[in-house]
């Protein structure tokens, strides 16, 4: 693996599982029951440029579970991009005060420009509707516990991957990662316009897996293992197609009805969030809260112990984890939402 995470073009299957492997690791500390400090000292800038809630609070939280420290910038405003400073100079500052970098930016290549100027490890924490890789080692660690706990085997799954599939970034990383896999089927969804783009399913294609395009969810559709949704990214569109996604239909909707009535009791809703959960936002609908299929919230949980795998990873202490493993000593809940399944 190189020495910088900005796209999963650069992983290979062995390093997925090699990750997968470091979160599992993790999972005593990310769940609270255990303390470790191999990170002690250490320094993590976290740079986001767009909006962000769970990627800068997780990678934020990940790297203080491992014992470090961060600091942070969030918005153009209060950085000095806004006075006209370059990626490059921006990037070599930072690589002197920091031992890992965390960007998020509107422009697609942008995090990968910034990282050719510093050899401290840069994530992309998401680059316009370019990639998002750590979003898709979260999920893929995500479908592989859930599919060992229903006892299924992930090979010929059938996986639907609905909503913005063109301005998703985190769609664009998953389906490249999962290509790594054995042969699946995946079943493409998305409104007129908003497709995934065609090389990344010529892709796909290349690597052996059955890939369809469907133009609603009304059509039928049979033995889906796993539904992934995604938010229909506006702040990406011209104000020309603002206008003609006006009135976007619920044919693209995934409520309980649709999973009642044609999906199975172990199909799993994933999304990687947020979820526009105002009236008429046409994404995945809240009446599935506290449906066990709705694997969401188990989704951004695991986003601790893949984060931490990560710079674990890049930071080479993987083998230093377990060394001053401690007990935990303040108050943890049983679990951590209140509409969690107990499995
Ligand atoms: C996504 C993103 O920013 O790409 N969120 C996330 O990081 N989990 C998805 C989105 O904004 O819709």
Not at 303 to 322: C, N, S, T
């Amino acid at each position: 693996m190189p020495a910088h995470l900005l796209s999963v073009d650069s992983l290979c299957r062995d390093d997925v599982d090699h990750l997968i492997r470091i979160a599992e690791r993790m999972e005593p500390i990310a769940q609270r029951r255990k303390v470790t400090r191999v990170l002690e000292g250490a320094v993590l800038g976290n740079l986001f440029f767009e909006a962000s809630t769970r990627t800068r609070i997780s990678f934020n939280a990940a790297f203080c579970r491992l014992g470090g420290s961060v600091c942070d910038t969030t918005g153009f405003t209060f950085s000095s991009m806004a006075k006209g400073e370059s990626l490059y100079d921006t990037s070599r500052v930072m690589g002197g005060y920091v031992d890992a970098i965390v960007m998020r930016h509107p422009e697609q290549g942008s995090v990968a420009e910034f990282a050719e100027a510093t050899q401290v490890p840069v994530i992309n924490g998401g680059d316009g509707p370019g990639e998002h890789p750590s979003q898709a080692l979260l999920d893929v660690y995500t479908i592989t516990k859930e599919f060992a706990r229903l006892g299924k085997p992930l090979a010929g799954a059938h996986l639907l991957l609905t909503g913005d599939l063109k301005y998703g970034r985190t769609v664009h990383s998953l389906i490249k990662l999962l290509s790594l896999y054995e042969p699946l089927r995946i079943t493409l969804v998305s409104p007129p316009g908003l497709e995934m783009p065609p090389h990344l399913v010529d892709l796909v294609a290349s690597r052996g897996h059955r890939i369809e395009t469907r133009p609603n969810l009304a059509e039928s559709f049979d033995d889906v293992d796993v539904i992934y949704a995604t938010r229909i990214q506006r702040e990406r569109f011209t104000a020309e197609m603002s206008e003609s996604f006006a009135e976007l239909t619920s044919d693209f909707v995934v409520d309980r009805d649709f999973l009642d009535r044609r999906c199975s009791p172990t199909t799993l809703v994933m999304h990687p969030l947020p979820r526009d959960s105002r009236p008429g936002a046409n994404d995945l609908s809240t009446d599935l809260n506290g449906d066990p299929r709705l694997a969401i919230f188990r989704q951004t949980d695991n986003g601790i112990p893949m984060r931490m795998a990560i710079f674990a990873h890049l930071l080479q202490v993987e083998d230093l984890i377990e060394k001053d493993l401690r007990d935990v000593g303040w108050f943890v809940p049983p679990s951590f939402g209140v509409d969690d399944a107990s499995f």
